[in-house]
Every structure is written in C-alpha cells, then in structure tokens.
C-alpha cells in the first residue's frame, strides 16, 4: 500500500472535482470541472531568529495566508524584529487584511505600529477588554521602554480601528475568524482567537498558552490562569495546531505542559514561603534552581524570577493551596 501524504505537506491550492450537474447528456454523464480551494497556510516570525537575544522569551508572530491576503497575529516588540515581519509580506505578494492582539504586553503589540505603517490597508482589531488594557499598558510603560530599546522601541500605542465582543465572528476569504476573552491570566486581559477554513481548524493563543518556556507571573493571576486553560482545553480538543504565544506550535497537548508548569511553579512558591508572607533572596533562589532543573533549557530563564512577588502577594491572598476551577459551560467554537 502506498503512503498517504497528510494534508498539510500537499501545496496550498488543492484542486477537487465538482460535477456541473446531476444530469446525463446523451453523450454520458456531464463532465466534471477542476475547482480550485485554498488550504490557509501560517508562517512564523519569532523573536530570537537573530532578531533579538532569545533570553527575550521567543515570542511569535503569526501570518496567517488566505487565499488573497494576510492576517497578522501579533506583531513583536522591536523595530527589528516587526520588519522581520514586514519581509515576510513583501515574500508572499499578498495584501496584510487585518493584524489581530491577542493581549496587551509590549513584545506582543510593539511592533504592530511598524507593519501597520507598511500596511495601511489593514484593519487593527481587538476584542474590548484588550483595548482597554493596551492604553494602560502603554501609559505605564512607555518611558521606561524608551530607555530600554531606544529607537528600537516605537514608541506609538496602535489604536484598534475594529473592537469586537467576545465571541464575535469575522470574515476573511472563506476563513473564519472568532475571538474570545479568556479574562485574566498572563496579562490582565487575554484572549484567544479560533481560525478555520478549508481542511484548517487552528488556533492562535497569545501567551495564554506559553510552551517550553516559563511563564511570568508579574500579572499576579496565576490562580486564574490555570483555570483559564483547563477550560481551554476542552473548548481546543481536535484542534489541528495550537500557535502560542511564545515556544513551539503543537497540538492541544502543549496546554498540558503550561498547566504542569504553572501548577508546579505555583506550589514551589507556596513551599519556600512555608506560611510566611514573603520571600527572601535565598528562598527565591531556591525557587530559581528547582524552576531550572524542570524546564527542557535554560532559554527562558530570565523569566523565572520576573513578577516571583506579585505571585507571593496572590499566595498570601488566597492561600497556598491549587486552585479549584469551577466547571463552566461549552464554549462557541466558531464555524
């Protein structure tokens, strides 16, 4: 028997056989004509290809191809690193339709300033909440940026020319879009947003889904977050792929490897604190060196440590224990 070739290695562009119609003719059966169907196919850019030291985290930026244009999912931190992106547009001679944001922290929507620049056709779209964060967030932390990445930070707040509620459909081609806000987690405010077409059923999770790399708690919802992807778990079972926002792409099994982290981080923590209210410099560092022996590299060790108090102020409020997650109801797929 030969071979099955999986769908996602055949060429964009599938031809099928359609017939015109039912009907005979007296010559035989009406001959059938060749249509012509766009598999969508997504492209990657991610901090760290030499765009950036990758101790930043490895976050991504997704271009989603249609059959006539380009939807962008995040758009990186630095001038760099977002014409890595701009370079991958002009290679695939389509237009950009429209860059999506899937949570409002500065190496996720820095760069979108850069390729709206270069691509003034697209639409910006959000859902509320992660407007509302972005002005927020980009108050607060702007200056400080500023002094960190100089002209390499743009320095600009991208404002959504489209805000749609959670839950909301979109339209790009035959490819449809919906986001929903998955509430606190990472950020304050993350969503994630369902992608499927022609033989494509996919999904783009901004950081609430992080793989292989340790996720910052500086947002100080852990408790949160891990309830937040137990839920996406069920809604992203046979799901094609699952782009994070930060690591590799894979299956919905990635999600298990985040809640492993977040639930063995989580009580680490909790165990160094033995019922205080605080952490000292060696307990941190005992945190730090457990954290390291867990993960597969040390590429993201930068992260381990960064928001450790925000954590402990979470502990101290809700106590030491794992979150118990309240079952919640199915939520809409999209199409």
Avoid at 103 to 113: L, V
Avoid at 120 to 149: H, Y
Avoid at 227 to 256: F, M, N, R, W
Avoid at 262 to 272: E, I, K
């Amino acid at each position: 028997m030969k071979p099955r070739i999986p769908v996602a290695l055949l060429a964009p562009l599938l031809t099928i056989q359609t017939a015109l119609s039912a009907q005979s003719s007296p010559s035989g059966p009406a001959p059938s004509i060749p249509i012509r169907r766009f598999v969508p196919v997504v492209h990657r850019v991610q901090a760290g290809d030499g765009l950036m030291p990758m101790v930043w985290g490895r976050q991504n930026s997704y271009l989603l191809e249609t059959r006539n244009g380009i939807l962008i999912f995040d758009g990186l931190r630095t001038v760099t690193e977002a014409n890595a992106v701009n370079a991958m547009i002009q290679n695939l001679h389509k237009p950009v339709l429209a860059v999506f944001l899937t949570h409002a922290h500065p190496d996720h929507y820095g760069g979108i300033p850069v390729i709206l620049k270069n691509n003034p056709q697209a639409r910006f779209i959000t859902t509320r909440k992660v407007a509302d964060a972005l002005i927020k967030n980009f108050s607060a932390r702007n200056e400080d940026l500023i002094k960190q990445f100089g002209t390499q930070w743009a320095a600009v707040r991208p404002i959504p020319t489209q805000v749609i509620q959670s839950g909301q459909s979109l339209t790009f081609d035959d490819v449809s879009i919906t986001g929903f806000d998955a509430g606190p987690g990472e950020s304050d405010a993350d969503t994630y947003w369902l992608a499927s077409g022609y033989l494509f059923k996919t999904a783009f999770t901004g950081d609430l889904v992080i793989h292989g790399i340790p996720g910052p708690g500086q947002s100080g919802h852990i408790s949160e977050w891990i309830c937040s992807l137990t839920l996406l778990k069920q809604v992203l079972a046979g799901y094609q792929t699952i782009y994070p926002g930060h690591g590799e792409p894979g299956t919905a099994d990635i999600i298990d490897w985040e809640l492993d982290y977040l639930r063995f981080f989580r009580q680490t923590v909790a165990d160094a604190m033995a019922g205080g209210q605080n952490l000292d410099s060696t307990a941190k560092e005992k945190v730090r060196t457990a954290v390291l022996s867990y993960l597969p590299d040390d590429k993201g060790n930068v992260y381990i440590l960064f928001g450790i108090d925000e954590l402990v102020k979470e502990i101290v409020r809700e106590g030491p224990s794992l979150p118990t997650c309240s079952p919640e109801p199915s939520r809409p797929t999209g199409n």
